[in-house]
């Protein structure tokens, strides 16, 4: 199981190069390497418009084939032009595959799989699975198995090595207990991962995919248990609560706080004065009010002669804070630091503005004292930075981190020198993803949990509509409208997955170019991910000084700035992101005082996809919409997988809270008994390997 692959004859170094590239060393590495789809040839269907965006398998004549080289980007488009019975006319694509064409010669039967899509007058499909009509339905059974392809490794291949493996194995070590697996009908390590490369049939590809997620699961929350077990062993500076002093500060805010502000004020109050560690997640949708609700747990801390820390995922979001706390804290003698790489500044509420210091200045007043409320990214945790006397840690958007790399974060909050002797800070995280409770019991449970689910009463709802294709040039021409009001607009593009060549970054980069054609009298800014932070500034700051009108981005703009001037948020393909995160798309715009909008163009035509997209016109809570999302597409897609830290196997079969919550029980009950792992030390063994997989962003 150990046996390095390179010590294998039969790989050649070419294919030793390319494992190692997807960080597969040893047979047991590639044994688990999973499929990340199943193709079923058994059932064909007609080509039609129904299809459309689904996986489909078609059986289809070969009319004619053609090869075209893009020279410029070195690439090769090999084309197919087939029929299905119907003679319905079907166009398959491969890219950098000529080879395809030998493959399929004119008037060979084939079957082909893959995700429908049209262009013009040809149904696409573009990279697909393929085998002869005429061949038995493959040896492996009617449902084959797709890995992950990378150029030089296909499925093929995969699927030949892992069957000659397989034919060599007789055991494999499973940490879960057999009483476990008999309980929840599981299956054993072996045995699953032969139905998940092999797969019977349907029936037993579903247990096996069961029993992986389970085995993660259990991990997960034995791994939270334990986290949650040290930081409760921990001690905390416990700071008492000044009523008075709190409740001045909040009758002075320009507005009333809502209830639940209020309440998760005083839940974090309470925690505060507690000489055991908090550790509590402040969950709230976007523009719930988180930010008041951490300067009242700040000013708390600061009154009492001690130092607060504020994490922010990106430099944008800390310079925001900086001067929202600083305006919070403008009647109080507090020094305010501002500390990312770009931004080293101190403001202190008798000097008319922000200074801007070195460095080393900085630090050094960090370390005696002199500084009390630290806003930055996450150089502040960083080993050089000592603290006089922290008794606060604040992480914002922790959604932005990612569930797994939360425990990495508190790991970090535990060790960070805050200048005192057996203790730690306490901890308050915030996100702005709305959680379900019962959810984020299940993935949250080493944290007390705050919820905002009321928003201030000042907010305009936004007015969210469905576009089809054949509307597009009539909210082009509304957009223009707006604009001509003074309005700005932002054009949101998802990654592009299924074709390799368009990446992300060409995808939105086209756009703009193309919306730039169509809004020739505006300035467009662009933004994606491989900008350098200092040029994403740089556009989002132009945006916000409306140098720009429109603002044509990828997903990155997710975690914004206020543009309170922005009213209109036009997301295309929408429907293939989820809800909580289209919600949060549409939480950059009605910022302002004037109506916003939301669009959703798609031209999916799926059920599912439309019900989704009917969600979000209806409702703008979202709470309600991540209850909805948790129903149509399981706790797995909500929360999408950098906030998991699941793999693909796991997160596709979370669809069904019972399981964690089975999974988590158990979990308990081990813990309960046996902390240390020491009756167990499979389980021990496999969470040292979990943990160590798990990497900070
Ligand atoms: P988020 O929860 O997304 O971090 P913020 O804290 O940034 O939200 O708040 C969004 C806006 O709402 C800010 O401009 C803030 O001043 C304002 N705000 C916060 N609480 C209230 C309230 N109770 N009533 C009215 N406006 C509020
Ligand atoms: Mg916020």
């Not at 069961?210 to 062993?233: D, P, Y």
């Not at 919070?328 to 931004?343: E, G, N, R, V």
């Not at 009950?669 to 040292?688: G, M, R, V, W, Y």
Request: proline share 4%; net charge positive; aromatic share 8%.
């Amino acid at each position: 199981m150990n046996t390095l692959l390179k010590n294998i004859p039969k790989i050649t170094p070419k294919y030793i190069k390319i494992l190692e590239k997807l960080g597969l060393f040893t047979v047991q590495d590639f044994l688990f390497y999973l499929p990340f789809r199943y193709d079923d040839f058994s059932q064909t269907v007609a080509l039609s418009d129904e299809h459309l965006n689904s996986v489909v398998t078609v059986s289809a004549v070969v009319m004619k084939t053609k090869l075209n080289r893009i020279f410029r980007r070195k690439m090769t488009i090999a084309e197919v032009y087939l029929e299905d019975e119907n003679q319905t006319p079907l166009k398959a694509v491969w890219f950098n595959q000529p080879f395809m064409l030998e493959s399929l010669p004119i008037g060979s039967e084939v079957r082909l799989s893959g995700k429908l899509s049209r262009m013009g007058k040809y149904f696409t499909l573009s990279n697909p699975a393929w085998e002869r009509a005429s061949r038995e339905k493959t040896n492996t059974g009617q449902l084959v198995p797709i890995y992950s392809e990378t150029p030089g490794l296909t499925s093929k291949w995969i699927r030949w090595q892992m069957k000659t493996f397989f034919a060599n194995i007789t055991q494999l070590e499973d940490f879960v207990p057999e009483e476990l697996r008999k309980k929840f009908h599981l299956y054993s390590l072996i045995s699953a991962l032969g139905q998940i490369h092999f797969p019977e049939n349907q029936e037993k590809l579903l247990i096996a995919q069961k029993t992986f997620a389970f085995r993660e699961m259990f991990l997960m929350q034995i791994k939270t248990l334990r986290v949650k077990n040290t930081w409760e062993a921990q001690s905390a500076t416990n700071l008492l609560l000044d009523e008075k002093l709190i409740n001045k500060f909040i009758e002075n805010l320009p507005f009333k706080l809502t209830g639940a502000q209020h309440k998760s004020s005083f839940e974090i109050l309470r925690d505060l004065e507690k000489t055991s560690p908090m550790n509590r997640l402040l969950n709230g949708d976007v523009g719930a009010g988180k930010t008041v609700v951490a300067a009242i747990s700040t000013l708390s801390v600061l009154s009492q002669k001690h130092q607060v820390a504020i994490l922010a995922p990106t430099e944008v979001l800390a310079l925001q804070h900086f001067e929202s706390f600083c305006k919070l804290f403008s009647a109080y003698d507090f020094k305010i630091a501002l500390l990312t790489s770009s931004y080293k500044l101190i403001f202190q509420s008798w000097e008319p503005k922000a200074q801007k210091i070195t460095r080393d200045q900085m630090l050094g007043q960090i370390e005696n004292g002199e500084i009390n409320l630290v806003i930055g990214t996450h150089a502040i945790i960083q080993k050089d930075v000592n603290f006089k006397n922290l008794a606060l840690v604040i992480i914002d958007e922790q959604h932005r981190f990612g569930v797994a790399q939360r425990s990495e974060l508190q790991k970090e909050t535990m060790q960070l020198k805050d200048g005192k002797k057996k203790t730690i800070p306490h901890l308050l995280t915030m996100t702005a993803t709305p959680i379900p409770r019962t959810l984020a019991i299940a993935f949250f449970g080493s944290l007390d949990l705050s919820i905002l689910d009321e928003m201030p009463k000042n907010r305009k709802p936004i007015i969210t509509r469905i576009v089809l294709p054949a509307q597009r040039d009539q909210i082009y021409a509304f957009m223009r409208k707006e604009i001509d009001a003074g309005r700005q607009v932002f054009v949101i593009l998802p990654l592009v997955e299924e074709s390799k060549v368009l990446t992300e970054v060409k995808a939105v980069t086209e756009e703009h170019k193309k919306l730039s054609e169509i809004f020739p009298e505006y300035h467009l800014g662009l933004l994606h991910g491989r900008l350098k932070s200092k040029e994403k500034e740089t556009v989002m700051q132009d945006f916000k000084d409306k140098k720009s009108q429109i603002l044509v981005s990828t997903s990155v703009v997710e975690v914004g700035i206020d543009i309170p001037n922005a009213t209109i948020m036009l997301i295309e393909n929408s429907d293939r992101f989820g809800l909580s995160q289209l919600h949060q798309f549409r939480g950059r715009v009605g910022r302002g005082e004037h109506q916003s909008y939301c669009f959703l163009f798609t031209d999916s035509a799926t059920k599912t996809a439309l019900e989704r997209m009917r969600a979000m016109e209806k409702s703008n809570d979202g709470f309600e919409l991540s209850e909805i999302d948790l129903k149509l597409r399981g706790p797995g897609q909500l929360l999408g997988k950098s906030q998991s830290g699941f793999s693909d196997i796991a997160m596709e079969n979370l669809n069904n809270l019972k399981l964690i919550k089975l999974a988590r029980a158990e979990a308990q009950n081990i813990f309960k008994t046996d902390s240390k792992l020491k009756k167990h030390p499979l389980i021990a063994k496999a969470l040292e390997k979990f943990a160590k997989d798990v990497h900070l962003e």
